[in-house]
């Protein structure tokens, strides 16, 4: 097999080309979260209606991103980079001259579409452009992208929109998207087997994936609000999901020519790797919802300083992408995601122990240490899951990948939204059930209060009911704080509970199978040298 000709070119370059676009279209997912109030009131709806901004965008990336590697052996996975660039960029324009929320939620329904390939197509180009013994380094760039685009993404909303205008968040992309096709067009092109594929269309596996998948996100996204399956709405879009992912298995496991290769997740490592991506999407962007939150409701942090909270997190991946890179091109990738799930683990307990008289630092360090912990799952994890993939399947793969990642992130988002309610209210009713006349420490803080009241010229009723009021948030401040302790704490027995799963997967060390070659004879002295160093690791 011939190699690519991307080979030919400096493989940073490239790195630097697909990249930039896919950072733009992860970044996209959380920038406007925080902006959607002000888009609501500007274009003349409420917010409840202003929420599908971006429930339409999650809505269509989740239907686009498992077809990306049908696509890309179809017409080519240069022509899909451009095309999805090309569109991304034009809808981010369209998207910020919107004038009315129907127009903005259309034009995001196309944005999701064109951008939803970008994330499993710049993965499978950089793990072709580098060699197998260099995936480590691959993924380093490329989990740049998938971990600090969600944490920046609220910082980068709220900032833009508080100084410029929320449609300035799509218009940055512009020039982004610009550089990118410039330089996708240069440098990116298509190994061999890219784009020879001319079976029919599975038309049948189009409409139920979309149906599936579609339906899913809107019940995530929108479960919470509906008061979840006692909701019709939701019961409706439950049952149409379950329909239509049960019909999409059967349908992708009969068909000759699926669009979607289900037939990838055969592979042990490949599918105990996707299930662990899938449960480090739900704690990530669980996470990443629960402390703004925290610090705002509970801590009183305004709302780009609550972002900004999330930013030690994002300093501790990057100091520790290129050193996990590295280390796993010498080491195996399964001891390195063992010490990244005991490490992320422990962070979350440490969240746990907030409280509310938590300064920045007792954030701080926790964020920090967890951000370097997701280095050492991410990139160990996306190689080791990908190296007995044969290249030719690689966009397949990548596709089932990325799309169980984001699965999971809405998961986790949906759960810990739901977790927080319900728990509180939960608490609430236990700690309502103490304040009575009769127990000494709740009449002793009454009274306390009321005498407080009084003192500061207010009538001895109004005293009463101030005193009444101020004890009553009291409470619910008291039970919203021991949700978020029981939510931390939850995510980081998922943590540990992640570790057996690690066992099920092979040494990712090994050549790809496409890659082995015959041991010529003179090379046994070398073999003999290389025995103690593997002697170490996992079989």
């Not at 733009?24 to 274009?43: F, Q």
């Not at 480590?136 to 989990?143: D, H, K, N, P, Y």
């Not at 980081?492 to 509970?497: D, I, N």
Request: with cysteine.
């Amino acid at each position: 097999m011939s190699p690519s000709p991307s080979r030919h070119v400096n493989p940073w370059i490239i790195t630097a080309a697909v990249m930039l676009a896919t950072f733009m279209e992860i970044l996209d997912t959380t920038v406007v979260n925080v902006s959607v109030p002000h888009m609501a009131g500007n274009l003349g709806a409420t917010v409840e209606e202003g929420t599908w901004v971006v429930t339409s965008y999650l809505v269509s990336n989740a239907i686009i991103l498992p077809m990306s590697g049908w696509l890309a052996n179809r017409f080519g996975r240069r022509n899909m980079l451009l095309a999805c660039v090309t569109g991304f960029t034009i809808t981010s324009l369209l998207c910020g001259m919107s004038t009315t929320l129907d127009q903005l939620i259309f034009f995001r329904v196309l944005q999701g579409l064109t951008g939803g390939g970008l994330q499993p197509l710049a993965q499978a180009v950089l793990l072709e452009t580098f060699p197998p013994a260099k995936h480590g380094t691959a993924m380093a760039a490329f989990g740049l992208g998938i971990i600090l685009a969600p944490i920046l993404g609220p910082t980068l909303g709220g900032w833009i929109t508080d100084n410029y205008s929320w449609r300035w968040i799509f218009y940055l992309n512009l020039p982004v998207g610009i550089l990118s096709v410039i330089m996708m067009s240069a440098f990116v092109h298509d190994p061999p087997y890219i784009g020879r594929n001319r079976s029919s269309v599975d038309l049948w596996g189009i409409g139920f994936l979309a149906l599936g998948f579609g339906t899913l996100q809107i019940v995530l996204d929108t479960g919470q609000r509906n008061d979840w399956f006692g909701s019709t709405k939701i019961r409706v879009f439950t049952f149409l999901c379950v329909f239509g992912l049960l019909a999409m298995v059967i349908r992708e496991l009969t068909a000759k020519h699926p669009i979607v290769d289900l037939r990838v997740l055969k592979d042990l490592t490949f599918a105990t790797g996707t299930s662990l991506m899938t449960m480090l999407g739900f704690v990530l962007y669980g996470s990443l919802m629960l402390l703004p939150i925290f610090l705002q409701t509970l801590l009183g942090y305004p709302a780009l300083e609550s972002g900004l909270a999330l930013s030690p997190r994002g300093v501790g991946s990057l100091v520790m992408m290129p050193i996990v890179g590295v280390l796993t091109n010498r080491f195996d990738p399964r001891k390195l995601i063992a010490v990244g799930l005991a490490v992320g683990g422990w962070t979350m307990f440490a969240l746990s122990h907030v409280n509310l008289n938590s300064g920045y630092w007792d954030i701080f360090w926790p964020q920090t240490i967890q951000g370097a912990a997701m280095a050492f799952l991410f990139i160990p994890l996306m190689a080791a899951s990908m190296s007995a993939i044969p290249r030719e399947k690689m966009g397949n793969a990548t596709s089932i990948y990325n799309l169980m990642r984001n699965i999971g992130g809405s998961f986790g988002i949906a759960t810990m939204t739901t977790f927080l309610a319900r728990r509180s209210q939960l608490h609430q009713n236990q700690l309502v059930s103490h304040i009575t006349p009769y127990d000494h420490a709740a009449d002793t803080m009454f009274r306390g209060m009321q005498s407080w009241f009084m003192a500061h010229g207010v009538d001895r009723v109004d005293a009463m009911h101030k005193s009444m009021g101020a004890l009553y948030g009291m409470v619910q401040q008291q039970a919203m704080l021991l949700s978020f302790v029981e939510a931390f704490w939850v995510m980081g027995v998922m943590f540990l509970c992640m570790l057996p799963l690690v066992l099920m997967m092979r040494n990712a060390r090994h050549l790809h199978p496409h890659e082995k070659q015959p041991k010529p004879a003179d090379q046994k002295d070398r073999q003999h040298e290389t025995e103690p160093e593997l002697a170490g690791a996992f079989h």
